[in-house]
């Protein structure tokens, strides 16, 4: 961020991720840093990650899990600081292949003008000065992480032009360009590290089926790192607000808890815009220290 893209008012942040807790392990210390120094956060979940496993039974009532899980996000992010959560309400599509992927609901099956529209819109109503999304490896390639990626993408390229969905300046809304735009990611010397610590501890790591370089993005495309190792408490409440999602007996929970600090303490980004003599490498320049 320049200083004199916004001189009085505080920095806008839009956070739009596919499911519940994808905000929190890749940038949630970084945006319990921004909120911490003045930021306004909005975070925009596209799915209500109703196909995401459960692993403790809190499904009381009539409630489904796409239910609990928003509730469990709305917790997680006031933990962060954040202000304000949305849902696009798309159906979560799971994992490649399965057959939630055709579920005419899902996020893979969306018609992809008409999300993008969604986002084309929240950007010119909220008018953010900093947009954070996914990659384009999605970090371990999951459909609503890569539909995300590329929605978002779009909408920040179309939001300003006014040729775009017109119909939405007949509605009042203004074309908007946000100054930083900025993708979350996961370099494979991470992955790799993060692996072999695991296995060094007999514990089998995560996606383990997979061909270790297959996940996360090369190391030369991260532009920006953000050290939040003040944050990690915050970061490991918040992501603890996501109950559902935690498994007692998963990987994450048998890691040495320094050896988890240190992997939450590290969070990485790839800049999208602005890009060449404008670029900063730096999304929290232009915010004040408090
Ligand atoms: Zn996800």
């Known amino acids: 961020m ?7 008012s505080p920095l806008s ?32 979940c596209a799915t209500n990650g109703d196909v995401g496993q459960v692993s403790e039974a809190r499904l009381t009532g009539c409630r489904t899990l796409g239910q609990v899980r928003q509730d469990e996000l709305r917790q ?16 979560d599509s799971g994992m490649a292949g399965s057959l939630h992927n055709q579920n ?16 084309v819109s929240i950007l010119r109503e909220l ?7 996914h990659d384009s490896t999605g970090g371990y390639g ?12 779009q909408a920040v390229a179309l939001a300003a032009d006014p040729a775009a969905y017109p119909e939405q300046l007949a509605q009042g809304l203004q074309p908007w360009q946000p100054p930083c735009f900025y ?30 370089d297959s996940l996360g993005c090369p190391d030369a495309a991260v532009t920006t790192t953000v050290d939040v190792r003040q944050f990690v408490e915050t970061k490991a409440a918040s992501l603890n607000c996501h109950r559902t999602q935690i498994d007692p007996n998963g990987p994450f929970a048998r890691l040495p808890a320094e050896q988890l600090n ?11 815009c602005p890009q060449g003599e404008e670029s900063s490498k730096d999304l929290l320049a232009g915010l004040e220290p408090v």
Request: net charge positive.
């Open 127 to 133: 008018r953010p000065g900093l947009v954070l999304t």
């Open 183 to 212: 993708y979350v990611a996961f370099p494979r010397s991470a992955f790799r590290r993060m692996w072999r610590q695991m296995q060094a501890a007999g514990i089998t790591p995560p996606f383990a089926s997979k061909d270790v």
């Open 142 to 153: 999951h459909p609503d992480h890569l539909a995300v990626y590329r929605h978002v993408t």
């Open 76 to 91: 997680a992010a006031a933990v962060l600081g954040v202000q304000e959560v949305r849902f696009l309400n798309y159906r």
């Open 104 to 119: 005419l609901a899902s996020l893979h099956q969306a018609s992809p003008p008409l999300a993008v529209g969604k986002l």
């Open 2 to 8: 320049r200083k004199d893209i916004h001189p009085l």
């Open 262 to 272: 240190e992997l939450m303490s590290t969070e990485y980004f790839i800049q999208a």
């Open 13 to 44: 942040v839009l956070g739009i991720f596919a499911h519940p807790d994808d905000e929190g392990f890749g940038c949630g210390g970084t945006l319990a840093l921004l909120a911490s120094r003045g930021a306004r956060i909005t975070l925009v």
